[in-house]
């Protein structure tokens, strides 16, 4: 998952610094895919040649490598960077939710926002916290944001309002979006099913 994440990040960083031709973003995408792999897989970077195949053959592997050595040097070889997931596995930790569904609920909503661009106003720690705030409030905890909270994240409850905010309406929208594929990931039962929970009122 943190694969995920970092691709996410190195395709806007690109996006940021270079235009390309719509026909090319996929390639933007499987050569991000490709560099976060190499970074972030214990297992080892994704085969070329299966990126190859996700493209049906859309690029060659030649023109994988070549633009692989484009992206790299657009980005001034800083691959690596704290991204969303990075935040949300040590909060989640100090918010004690290690397995069950307020652990999923947060990988849910934190995994959403990467959907929408209007989500890049907030810093990623800033959505990492939002996800685990909200997250705890959908299971019912008592104390939604304590004291370790705020030592460990350095956001203060209301600093978080205008971000859980966005967050909020952005579950809310997924219902009449063509972005579901997140939702309906989370749907399924090795997730706990969470995308069926309804959300709560967040003032």
Not at 70 to 84: E, Y
Not at 98 to 118: C, F, I, V
Not at 153 to 162: I, P, Q, S, V
Not at 185 to 200: C, D, F, H
């Amino acid at each position: 998952m943190p694969t995920l994440y970092l691709t996410v990040a190195l395709i806007d960083r690109f996006l940021e610094r270079k235009c390309v031709s719509r026909k090319k973003l996929k390639l933007v995408g499987v050569t991000a895919m490709l560099l976060a792999s190499k970074v972030e897989e214990v297992h080892g970077a994704l085969e070329i040649l299966d990126l190859v195949y996700v493209t049906d053959r859309s690029y060659t592997d030649i023109e994988i490598i070549e633009f692989e050595s484009t992206m790299i040097n657009t980005l001034g070889f800083c691959i690596w960077m704290p991204t969303i997931w990075h935040f949300l596995v040590h909060f989640l930790n100090v918010a004690g939710l290690d397995s069950g569904k307020g652990y999923w609920m947060a990988h849910y909503y934190a995994e959403r926002t990467l959907q929408t661009y209007a989500m890049l106003t907030f810093l990623p720690s800033m959505i990492a916290a939002s996800a685990v705030y909200m997250a705890r409030k959908a299971i019912g905890t008592s104390a939604t944001w304590d004291d370790a909270l705020v030592r460990a994240t350095r956001y203060k409850e209301g600093t978080l309002k205008l971000c859980i905010r966005a967050m909020a309406d952005l579950i809310h929208s997924t219902t009449n979006s063509s972005c579901h594929a997140v939702r309906d990931k989370y749907r399924r039962g090795k997730y706990m099913s969470v995308a069926s929970i309804p959300l709560p009122t967040f003032h």
